[in-house]
């Protein structure tokens, strides 16, 4: 086993401070001058990992067994950041600093969709508190997100590009 004070000099070694950066890192182009890939390459790869990359599909909620009603549901107001605002006319309105936002829901369905991978006319309801089954349809389908199936089984997730 290593003494202590070699293993401090080993640590401090791999420590950069903040003033030395600039310096670490001419010393590094000095010290790595060959190129190892060339842009060409890059692009190749680059378009090969696009072309191949799978989203992770993963139900945070339940994989951490972390029930719905533990999510503060609503949509939050951009100026004030309360919950919820309220959908009317078409726009959703701050009950407490009267802002509104024809779009504030959009961060509510993001952030939702980082969650759980899809969405429901239903869940969607729930989260955003909206009670027409029509609005919630026109909503999720004015944010042309991927579809799935058909009626009470349509699922809706992120487009991914």
């Known amino acids: 086993m290593f003494s202590t004070s070699i293993m401090e000099k080993r640590v401090f070694q791999k420590i950069i401070y903040a003033d030395q950066i600039l310096n670490k890192i001419e010393s590094l182009e000095k010290n790595y001058r060959e190129e190892v890939i060339n842009e060409k390459e890059i692009k190749k790869i680059h378009k090969l990992i696009l072309k191949n990359h799978e989203p992770l599909m993963m139900d ?43 779009t504030a829901h959009i961060k509510a369905i993001e952030e939702y969709l980082l969650l759980r991978n899809y969405i429901t006319n239903q869940q969607y309801r729930e989260f955003l508190q909206l009670d027409s089954t029509n609005i919630a349809y026109k909503i999720l389908t004015d944010l042309n997100l991927l579809i799935t199936g058909t009626k009470k089984n349509r699922k809706y997730y992120f487009a991914v590009k």
Do not use: D, N
């Open 60 to 102: 945070i909620l339940s994989e951490y067994a972390i029930p719905f009603s533990e999510l503060i549901s609503g949509v939050q107001c951009p100026t004030c950041e309360r919950f919820p605002m309220k959908r009317i006319s078409g726009t959703w309105k701050c009950s407490h600093c009267l802002t509104t936002s024809k």
